[in-house]
Structures are given as structure tokens and as C-alpha cells.
């Protein structure tokens, strides 16, 4: 677990496969992811990590993610802050070791 971390959860509704439909993601001090699931409409999940040298199935924002509030305003997702250890478990249970 990383000190000064935000955890969120989003939903995306729409009924694209080549998009995600659901965003769990670890989001650093300053507004950048650091950990990043991707959940698709096939049961697809892809990651994404700044920690490590692994090959990487998506790829995590260039920019600072929005607070949940901006998200939220956009009527097509859903966002939720998490705890840490609800990302962690979703992490260790979709990221192959």
C-alpha cells in the first residue's frame, strides 16, 4: 500500500467491447495514476502499473485524473472513492504474478 494514494472506482455506461466499461484506479498526491484496472463488457481486464517492468495491457493516464465530482457531472459515469484495500484485493485477484 502506497502513502497518499486515492482509490476510485468508474463506471462507464455504454455498450462499446473496444472500451472499458468500468476504471478502478490508484491515483498518486498529484492527480496521477500509479495502478490502473480496466474491466470490459467481455470480462476482459486489463492493467496497467507505473511500479513495474511488466508488459502492460493498457496504459495509464498522461494527464492528472479528474475529482469524482467532475466525473460524476458527466452523466455516463459513475464514480466512487475506495479504500485501499478493496483496490489492492481487485488488483491481486486480476493481476497475474
Same mark, same amino acid.
Given at each position: ?9 468508474? &463506471?462507464? &455506461? ?5 472500451? #472499458?466499461?468500468? !476504471? ?8 496521477? =495514476?500509479?495502478?490502473?484496472? =480496466?474491466?470490459? !463488457? ?17 496504459? !495509464?493516464?498522461?494527464? %492528472?485524473? #479528474?475529482? !469524482?465530482? =467532475?466525473?460524476?457531472?458527466? #452523466? ?19 493481476? %497475474?504474478?
Amino acid at each position: 500500500m502506497k502513502i497518499n494514494t486515492t482509490h476510485i472506482d468508474v &463506471h462507464w &455506461h455504454h455498450a462499446e467491447p473496444d472500451y #472499458p466499461i468500468r !476504471l478502478v484506479s490508484e491515483i498518486d498526491a498529484d492527480g496521477y =495514476e500509479t495502478r490502473k484496472l =480496466e474491466f470490459f !463488457l467481455d470480462g476482459r481486464v486489463a492493467s496497467a502499473s507505473s511500479r513495474e517492468d511488466d508488459f502492460s495491457d493498457t496504459r !495509464l493516464g498522461e494527464v %492528472p485524473v #479528474p475529482s !469524482l465530482l =467532475e466525473i460524476n457531472s458527466d #452523466p455516463q459515469f459513475e464514480g466512487i472513492a475506495i479504500s485501499a484495500a478493496v483496490f489492492e484485493a481487485l488488483w491481486a485477484e486480476h493481476v %497475474p504474478r
